[in-house]
């Protein structure tokens, strides 16, 4: 009899955000008419522990989980303690970002047995096949795991699967209904994954350590095939490409965007500024007549010497970021740009530097949505990491000090505390972005009625105007309120 395994998407959003598990839906897609499984998913579940147990319940003896730094990491920790204890002979094996960048930290607990490093898909299917015909799977490309001594030992890299060669997404293990949402971009929002990896080397970004550099897609008629099944089956407005870098291929993206535009859906994306830049019109045009609303960038810094040190700089200029907010804005799709703040050696100037560069883009694009970031460091050999690391950073070797506050809160680049950041520094920034946030009211958040827009913007007025963005006590009573503090990137 085959083993029966468990795919856990642990919660990985404070906010209940239901998005479907692709990851674990790809996983699955290799273990059909293989191998028993069962989909986990802590963002719809009341109980995933519980459901957990039931399933080994009934035999099944291999635990996946995926797991994210932060809200995934505070609840995939503390359940697979409790289900080691319970269940000693549960084999436990963790996968996905946090896991990548952090295997030795993850098997330093015996909570967790091996680490799938990178897109694991090929590799869990080959650990499971190896396992079960009691084969060698210690030598396995793209596994950590422990030697007899406790150490782990870290397997090299696993080829990158192209996911044009994969099956299709298991969406009949799912309850579709659970994940269709209300966003900015439609009533019936539902999510895709066309492609693997990015072409580009960012040493802030943790997708590098996954692919280095590579990028394998969907072709653009599968895409499309798989956004009219969504349309038509489960009534589907728009959708959410959740893609590392979507735009990677103008000619892909060109031919998409023909595909789905009978469908009269809004879509959105993740870009890179100069990629876009380097559009043709008529791909522009294209892409706004098939629906494109919104698309995400990393402008990152207004600092030509910040973006050389994140590995940015050359292709990447402020000047680029003040060009698309204008092409955005001339065929009306709102840009979201995320920046990166505070950063070492010199965080105050940093600071000033964006704030000013900031209220350039918005003259240019009013709308352009801003999320501002503090920098995390990211186990890359690089300048800002190296800067953070004189500065006394260093990553915590337990998964026990991963889940205390201080370092959950780090790792949604929102972190309080940094040995270059002091506490006037990190209330600038957040003073800042309440402002700004009341002036410019996002438009991702759909229960933003006019009314609460046109108050934020009356109360944030005075102040952006005069630059005094020292506490803002009026602002703060407004939010109890209602909430608006920051846009929220519609894809996350």
Known sequence: MKPRIVLYNPRSSPSGKKILPLSLMALGAVLEGLYEYSIVDGNVSSDPLQEIRDQAGRGADVLAVTVMPGPQLSQAYPHCVTLKKELPGLMIVWGGYFPTLHASACLNSPAVDIVVCGYGELTFLELLNLREHNGDWRALPGLTWRDGNGAAVENPPAMIPNPDDLPAYPYHRMDMARYV????????????????????????????????????????????????????????????????????????????????????????????????????????????????????????????????RMAKGGTMTPEKTLAIAAKTKEYGIVPEFSFIVGNPPDPEADLNSNIRFIRQIKKVNPKSEIILYTYSPVPLDGDLYHAAQEDGFHFPDTLEDWVNPYWLQFASQRHTQAPWLDRSLRRRIRNFERVLNAYYPTSTDPRLDAPRRALLRAAGSWRYYTRLYGFPLELRALQKLFRYQRPETTGF
């Not at 066309?194 to 072409?199: A, L, N, R």
């Not at 994306?269 to 995400?296: C, H, N, P, Q």
């Open 181 to 308: 949402r209300n966003t900015c971009l439609g009533s019936r929002t539902l999510s895709h994954h066309s492609s693997y990896g990015c072409p580009f080397l960012c040493n802030f970004c943790a997708v590098v350590n996954m692919v280095n550099g590579r990028w394998l897609a969907q072709s653009a008629t599968r895409v499309a095939k798989t956004v009219e099944l969504l349309v038509h089956r489960w009534q589907a407005n728009a959708i959410e490409f959740h893609d590392n870098n979507f735009f990677t291929s103008e000619t892909r993206v060109a031919e998409v965007a023909e595909q789905i535009a009978p469908l009269h859906i809004s879509w959105w994306g993740e870009a890179r500024i100069d990629t876009l830049l380097k559009y043709s019109d008529k791909t522009w045009k294209l892409m706004r007549d098939a629906g494109l609303k919104m698309v995400f960038m990393g402008a990152e810094s207004a600092s030509m010497e910040t973006m050389k």
